[in-house]
Nanobody, 124 residues
Framework: QVNLVESGGGSVRAGASLRLSCVVSGGTFSDYVMGWFRQAPGKERVWVAAISRSGGGTYAANSVKGRFTIARDNAKNSVYLQMNSLKPEDTALYYC?????????????????WGQGTQVTVSS
């Protein structure tokens, strides 16, 4: 069984930074494309960022490009989301997800395993 556990969320003021972490257990981490998604109150869950198996390819949604950076450490079975210049509209429950596929996808249905989420709240 594959388990994903996120951490690093919290409540911050606008302009602050947070670093989310996600540790994966029960599988071969380097076999997974990894993604971060978020769900704001009353809204659907949306894709935020994704990273290829090797870490050589990274992708981010336009809404966070230039502020958020995704990275992974295959030796630590971990993926990270560095979030800088946070805005109130970044407030959401953030999920990491693992995809057995080869190509990096932004589609939620492509991802096979999900964490429980970590809350990020940004006040103005």
């Amino acid at each position: 069984q594959v388990n994903l556990v996120e951490s690093g969320g919290g409540s911050v003021r606008a302009g602050a930074s947070l670093r989310l972490s996600c540790v994966v257990s029960g599988g071969t981490f380097s076999d997974y494309v990894m993604g971060w998604f978020r769900q704001a109150p009353g809204k659907e869950r949306v894709w935020v960022a994704a990273i290829s198996r090797s870490g050589g390819g990274t992708y981010a949604a336009n809404s966070v490009k230039g502020r958020f950076t995704i990275a992974r450490d295959n030796a630590k079975n971990s993926v990270y989301l560095q979030m800088n210049s946070l805005k109130p509209e970044d407030t959401a429950l953030y999920y990491c997800a693992a995809d057995h596929g080869v190509r990096v996808s932004t589609a939620q249905y492509e991802y096979d395993h999900w964490g429980q989420g970590t809350q990020v709240t940004v006040s103005s």
